[in-house]
């Protein structure tokens, strides 16, 4: 068996899908993309197809070594994505090709479902213990929020009581037996991060999410020492090496490594392997379509350290089409109180509409995200 074509598709809301063909007619899917570097990634895709094109799409570990040792220059958000999505495809024609999911070529199951978490509260979080109700009410038992706007490397005790606030509703409306997750989303400095984390401990909350920018991960050893609050890291983060440090200085209680970021199935299956040898949990960040999600859910499978999955559907950017829009039959999706079982199906365990995709990629998009200034009008962290 032979690849013979690599065919990509930027697709709303924000995603560049990529189908690989081979001369059998067994095909594979990936999702290979950066939020608001589509384009970007489309192009490091089809360099890397150039390498790929004639070969046998079953040699994946060569493969993956290939596009990365290839290269002079490696790592990094592109080139670490556009391989993640092209591993995620070669895995798919190889499930369908041994006719099993991904995860009993990857050793095989120890789990039959994982927990979800849903979002909640947008980009400026509003109205969210209403929210948080409501994903209790749809049998979710975990939602996720960002906590805060913009903030400066020392601000406001006001913006630190809003935060609180925000959080006190959800306690109250969902009660003591839910989780919260708090995404800082790299927009605290580390002087504000260590407030945040102590007065947040009150609220029980299931982690804190990148409590300072990963580029500054060595102040989570101030933030650790500040609460006893699970801290949890890792959306920007890109490879082992990468996880290699943050692991061994032991700061860190959950890792959030991205399937469509940290060099795809392959890649993820042995940082997830490493975190379990330090004692940590995994769960994977994915605000992002169907295959990023059953690309997780393959690795999820056989992984004992993972304890919760992201997942988009309903999220806020999802504006136009949801991830279920994209698939023949979205019931593999299905989630059961606050859970979703293991997929089935040969490969990724999804059949994409094709045609759906081709239509969307029609229009394609341009998704940026917001740029944001503080009040001095310096660049703010989004």
Not at 132 to 155: H, R, S, W
Not at 198 to 217: A, G, S, W
Request: net charge negative; with cysteine; hydrophobic share 40%.
């Amino acid at each position: 068996m032979k690849i013979t074509k690599f065919e990509t598709f930027i697709v709303p809301p924000r995603w560049l899908f990529l189908k690989i063909e081979t001369d059998e007619g067994i095909v594979g899917w990936g999702e290979p993309v950066v939020e608001g570097k589509a384009a970007t990634v489309q192009a490091a895709v089809e360099e890397l197809s150039d390498y790929l094109i004639g070969r046998d799409p079953l040699r994946i570990e060569d493969h993956w070594q290939m596009m990365y040792r290839s290269g002079f220059y490696r790592g990094g958000p592109i080139l670490m994505s556009a391989i993640a999505g092209i591993d995620q495809a070669l895995w798919d024609i190889k499930g369908k090709y041994y006719n099993a999911p991904v995860y009993e070529l990857l050793g095989g199951a120890c789990r039959e479902s994982v927990r979800v978490y849903s979002w909640i509260g947008g980009d400026r979080p509003s109205d969210v213990g209403q929210a948080a109700k409501e994903k209790a009410e749809d049998g979710f038992t975990a939602v996720k929020m960002n906590g805060t706007e913009e903030l400066q490397y020392i601000d406001s005790y006001k913006k630190i009581d809003e935060v609180l606030e925000r959080v006190a509703a959800i306690r109250e409306a969902v009660g003591n037996d839910f989780g919260i997750g708090i995404d800082f989303h790299g927009r605290v400095h580390k002087p504000m991060a260590k407030i945040l984390a102590k007065e947040l401990e009150q609220f029980k909350p299931m982690f804190i999410e990148e409590p300072v920018l990963p580029e500054n991960n060595e102040a989570l050893r101030e933030v650790a020492r500040a609460t006893t609050i699970p801290i949890a890291t890792g959306e920007r983060m890109f490879s082992r090496w990468d996880f290699k440090e943050l692991l061994a200085e032991g700061y860190v209680d959950i890792i959030q490594l991205d399937l469509s970021h940290a060099g795809g199935i392959t890649e993820c299956k042995k940082i997830f392997a490493m975190a379990e040898a330090y004692d940590v949990a995994v769960a994977p960040h994915c605000p992002l379509g169907p295959i990023a999600l059953a690309s997780c859910l393959q690795v999820d499978a056989g992984s004992h350290n993972v304890f919760i999955q992201e997942q988009s559907l309903g999220i806020h950017y999802n504006q136009g089409s949801d991830l279920l829009d994209y698939l023949i039959d979205p019931s593999v999706f299905e989630y059961k109180d606050g859970y979703v079982e293991m997929l089935k199906g040969p490969g990724l365990g999804i059949e994409i509409n094709e045609e759906f995709v081709r239509k969307q990629a029609e229009g394609g998009h341009k998704w940026k995200n917001p740029v944001w200034r503080h009040k001095d009008g310096t660049i703010a962290e989004w």
